[in-house]
């Protein structure tokens, strides 16, 4: 669905092992300033076309929350050569499917079709590049849609709710702190002015990347592009000023009751780097080293966590590690674990920390890093065919500071991590005592 944005831009972080393949794409760049990365994949006659415009929640003006996702839901609404509402309508009669999501680093559009209708779709999104077209009937009823969305997806779902307060917690003063659906009581007040500032803002085809992957040429795809995205004028761009966040000094809690929880959960966060920005002395450069440690504590079956306390002590019925480096700013290191029945939380966290603490003071060894390797290199291979992952890996990286050589050296930055670097990068993060920890529960009597 187009309105669930932040759940489309958490599959982009679920699927960061396609970055460890070598996608061979090929690159270049109109006079304009637009980016275009080709990966060709002939397996399929299909065709994906996606623009990243590196321009998203954490991008916007305080008391204005929500208007980058909002302008993507406005997007949909035409140009004076495309009707309101006929651009999806245009897709699917050219078989195709079409969608867009928002992050806080960027927004994205694509489309899914076949590769002999590319020039259709590509005709379609340069128009809107350039060309949208707002009324005050379009954008107040589109207004009460993004309110609903938020009330349907956030304030009805207690774990969405949950993560929402956590994201406040743990970033006091970063922009990521705010939801990317915005608060409702700033969504209430975005106007049609908001929404065409933004637009006039950001999208530029200098602020842009164009990327098309499946059954297509990189010569075709440049005829293509220079006919449709060549004569949209590149615009001033301001500078992607951000509130950075301070040394965190204490520990947080987060605690959320709610009638509606049947399953408990429980998660702990520490600020960690990303791919383009250090944190609390932990470098940009460790960022591979704490992709390996997050599976080695709870990526897989025999890792530390689910090992010692799915299967041995059965005290929880999941359990994970997770890290996405692919942000402009800082990022999360974090565990979640959802408890057995009849287990009670307070005991799950002592278990889980007794873990945390043995893991930190042993470290992982030589044979667990290399197992470790191997599993991140074999899902990789798993969604190399698929034309998306490519061009979701190369958008990402684009509007994260990052180019197409770092996507295309995962492999070999993965192959020379040390295990004395894995160790070092996790206690690095997990020695500190600044996080936030995240308790759902049932409300009493419910």
């Known amino acids: 669905m187009r309105r669930i944005a932040w759940v489309l831009a958490a599959f982009l972080a679920a699927a960061v092992p396609a970055h460890a393949q070598v996608f061979s794409p090929k690159t270049f760049e109109l006079a304009n300033g637009l980016q275009v990365v080709v990966v060709e994949n002939h397996r ?15 991008d916007e003006v305080q008391g204005k929350s929500g208007i980058a996702h909002f302008l993507e839901h406005l997007m949909f609404k035409g140009t004076k050569d495309v009707p ?26 694509f489309q899914n079709v076949a590769s002999d209708r590319l020039e259709s779709v590509m005709q379609l999104e340069a128009d809107r590049m350039a060309n949208l077209v707002l009324s005050e009937a379009e954008v107040t009823p589109e207004r009460d849609v993004i309110v609903e969305e938020r009330r349907q997806v956030v304030d009805q779902r207690p774990a969405a709710k949950l993560r929402e307060q956590t994201s406040a ?61 060549g004569p949209i004028p590149r615009k001033a761009i301001p500078q992607r000023v951000r509130a950075q966040e301070p040394p965190p000094l204490a520990a947080r809690r987060v605690e959320l009751r709610d009638p509606r929880v049947r399953q408990p959960s429980w998660s702990r966060s520490w600020l960690a780097p990303s791919h383009a920005a250090a944190f609390g002395g932990v470098g940009a450069d460790q960022t591979d080293a704490l992709d390996l440690a997050a599976e080695l504590l709870g990526g897989a079956a025999s890792s530390r966590l689910v090992r010692a306390l799915v299967h041995d002590k059965s005290l929880a019925t999941g359990i994970a590690a997770s890290y996405d480096p692919t942000s402009l700013d800082p990022t999360s290191f974090t565990v979640s674990a ?103 529960l049932p409300k009493p009597g419910s």
Request: net charge neutral.
């Open 44 to 58: 399929a006659p299909v065709v994906v076309q996606m623009v990243w415009y590196k321009a998203g929640a954490a």
């Open 169 to 229: 917690a743990l970033f006091v003063n970063h922009p990521y702190g705010r939801p990317i659906i915005g608060w409702e009581h700033e969504m209430q007040g975005l106007t049609r002015q908001d929404a065409l500032d933004w637009y006039a803002r950001w999208y530029a085809p200098n602020n842009a990347m164009l990327v098309i992957a499946g059954d297509v040429s990189a010569e075709a795809v440049r005829v293509l592009a220079e006919r449709y995205y």
């Open 84 to 109: 309101p509402g006929e651009f999806s309508r245009r897709v699917a009669r050219l078989g195709g499917r079409d969608n867009a999501f928002t992050g806080w680093d960027y927004t994205a559009y």
């Open 338 to 440: 959802s408890p057995r029945p009849g287990v009670d939380v307070a005991a799950l966290e002592s278990a889980i920390e007794a873990v945390l603490r043995d893991t930190l003071a042993a470290g992982f060894g030589d044979a667990e890093v290399a197992q470790a390797k191997t599993r991140l290199a074999d899902s990789a291979i798993l969604v190399r065919d698929s034309a998306q992952a490519g061009a979701r890996a190369f958008g990402a990286a684009f509007a994260t500071g990052r180019d197409v050589a770092y996507v295309e050296s995962w492999p070999a930055r993965l192959a020379a991590v040390t295990t004395a670097q894995v160790n070092a990068a996790l206690r690095a993060i997990l020695s500190s005592e600044a996080h936030v920890t995240s308790v759902l």
